[in-house]
C-alpha cells in the first residue's frame, strides 16, 4: 500500500509539469556556452604554459598586471593536479545542457531536476569564484578571461532559478524544499529532483572529463614530471654553497625575503631561455617569500652574449630590467643592436642613449664583476640556478620547484 501510495506521488508530481521560463533558460545557455569557452581557451593556456613555458604574451596579457600567462603559470592556476578552468568547464557542460534541454524539451519534469541542480552548483561556483579572486588579489596580478567566467559563474546564478520561476526572495524556500526532497522528505518542491539521475550524470561528466584531462596532459609533447617528494629530499641533501652576488643585481620578490634565489644565465643561451619561461612563472604566488637575484654569465662561445647582457643592465637602469629580459629570451634569435634599438624605442627610451649605454665603462665593468663570481662559484653550465646556496637540478619543472620552496618556507618558521 505504502509503495502505491509513493507512486501515485510521483506520478502527480510528474503530471502537475513545473513551470519554466523558456527565455531565461535560453539566456542559461549563451552563458553556459560564453563560460565554456572562456574556460577551454583557460585550459588549454594552462595546458600550453606546462609544457612549453612562457614564451610569448597570450591575447589575454597586456602587460605586468594584466596577465593571464602568469595566472596560469602559478600554482593557483591547478586543482588535483588539473587545470582549475577545466573543472570550470565541465561545470558550464553540465549547466548548458541541463539549461538546453529545458528550452528544447517538452517535459519539464525530466528536465527541470537538472536544471535546479546546475542552480546549485552554481552557487558553489560562485563562492569559488570569490576565493579565486582573493588569489589574484593577493598575487597582484588581473586575469581578464578569469574575471570573464566569474561574470558568468554569478549570470547562471541569477539565470537558472530565473528559469524555474524562483526569484531572489524565494531562494531560501526553494533550496530547503529542495535538500528535503533529496533527503526523501516531506516538502513543498513541485517536481521530483531525481537525485541518483542527476549524481550519475554529474559524476560520469566530472570523472570522465577529469581522468581525459589528466591523460591529455601526460600525452603533451615537452611536459615533464618528477616525483617530488623523491626530488625535494634530493635537493636538500645538498650542503648549501656560499654564492656572491652583485649589490646592483636587479632582484624579483622581496629583497628582505629569508629565501635567496640566484640565477647565473647567458641571455643567448637557449637551456636559460627556458628557464626564462619555466623557472620565473613558477615563482609567482611566492612574491613574499623569496629574493630571487638575476646575475649575468655571458659564456665565451656566444658572440652575442655580454651586448644582450648590457642590454638587460641598461633596461635595470632605465627601470624596466624584468621587460628587457624577457624581450631578449623572446627574441634570442635576434639579438644585436637592431633588437636593442627597438626595445628602446617601444619602451619611450632614446635608442641612441641605450645603445651607448650597452657599451658604457660601467656597464662593461659590471659583466666582468659579475663573470668573476660565477667564475669563482665554478659554475659548470647556465642557467645555473640556487635555492638558500643549493643547486636546483629540475627547475624546469614547476612542480619541483614550488615543493622546493614550501619545503624552505617551512624549515624558516
Known amino acids: 500500500m505504502g509503495k502505491q501510495l509513493t507512486s501515485r506521488k510521483r506520478r502527480g508530481k510528474e503530471a502537475a509539469q513545473p513551470i519554466i521560463n523558456k527565455n531565461m533558460m535560453w539566456a542559461s545557455v549563451v552563458i553556459a556556452g560564453l563560460g565554456a569557452a572562456m574556460a577551454f581557451y583557460l585550459s588549454n593556456l594552462t595546458f600550453t604554459i606546462a609544457a612549453e613555458g612562457i614564451t610569448s604574451a597570450s591575447a589575454c596579457s597586456i602587460n605586468e598586471w594584466v596577465n593571464c600567462d602568469l595566472v596560469q603559470a602559478s600554482s593557483y592556476a591547478r586543482m588535483f593536479g588539473i587545470p582549475v578552468a577545466w573543472w570550470g568547464f565541465l561545470f558550464y557542460v553540465f549547466a548548458g545542457l541541463a539549461a538546453l534541454s529545458g528550452a528544447t524539451g517538452e517535459k519539464a519534469s525530466t528536465t527541470t531536476p537538472f536544471v535546479a541542480a546546475a542552480f546549485v552548483m552554481s552557487i558553489f561556483a560562485v563562492l569559488f569564484s570569490l576565493y579565486k579572486a582573493y588569489n589574484l588579489y593577493s598575487m597582484g596580478l588581473l586575469c581578464p578571461v578569469c574575471v570573464g567566467m566569474y561574470a558568468a559563474n554569478l549570470g547562471l546564478l541569477f ?137 649575468n654569465f655571458p659564456l665565451q662561445m656566444h658572440s652575442m652574449a655580454r651586448s644582450a647582457a648590457g642590454a638587460a643592465i641598461c633596461g635595470q637602469q632605465f627601470g624596466d630590467f624584468w621587460g628587457v629580459h624577457d624581450a631578449l629570451f623572446e627574441n ?47 659554475l659548470p653550465f647556465t642557467p645555473y640556478i640556487l635555492i638558500n646556496g643549493r643547486k636546483l637540478s629540475h627547475w624546469l619543472i614547476a612542480d619541483h620547484v614550488r615543493a622546493v620552496i614550501r619545503e624552505e618556507i617551512r624549515r624558516q618558521q
Not at 181 to 209: E, Q, R, Y
Not at 347 to 372: Q, Y
Open 332 to 378: 634570442q634569435a635576434l639579438l644585436g643592436n637592431r633588437l636593442y634599438e627597438t626595445i628602446a624605442e617601444e619602451r619611450g627610451w632614446d635608442p641612441d642613449e641605450f645603445k651607448a649605454c650597452t657599451t658604457s665603462g660601467s656597464v662593461v665593468a659590471r659583466i666582468e664583476r659579475e663573470l668573476e663570481m660565477g667564475s669563482a662559484a665554478e
Open 159 to 295: 539565470t537558472l532559478p530565473l528559469s524555474l520561476k524562483k526569484g531572489v526572495s524565494e531562494w531560501g524556500s526553494f533550496l530547503g524544499a529542495y535538500f528535503s526532497a533529496a533527503m526523501g522528505k516531506t516538502s513543498t518542491l513541485d517536481f521530483d529532483p531525481k537525485i541518483k539521475n542527476v549524481s550519475i550524470v554529474f559524476l560520469l561528466l566530472f570523472i570522465v572529463g577529469g581522468a581525459g584531462a589528466r591523460q591529455y596532459q601526460k600525452g603533451m609533447p615537452g611536459a615533464a614530471t618528477v616525483d617530488t617528494d623523491r626530488t625535494v629530499i634530493e635537493h636538500f641533501r645538498q650542503r648549501p654553497k656560499l654564492i656572491l652576488t652583485n649589490d646592483e643585481a636587479p632582484v624579483w620578490g622581496n629583497p628582505d625575503a629569508k629565501i635567496t634565489i640566484v640565477e647565473f644565465a647567458d641571455f643567448q643561451c637557449p637551456a636559460c631561455q627556458q628557464a626564462a619561461a619555466f623557472f620565473k612563472p613558477a615563482l609567482v604566488g611566492f612574491e613574499d617569500d623569496v629574493k630571487f637575484v638575476f646575475m
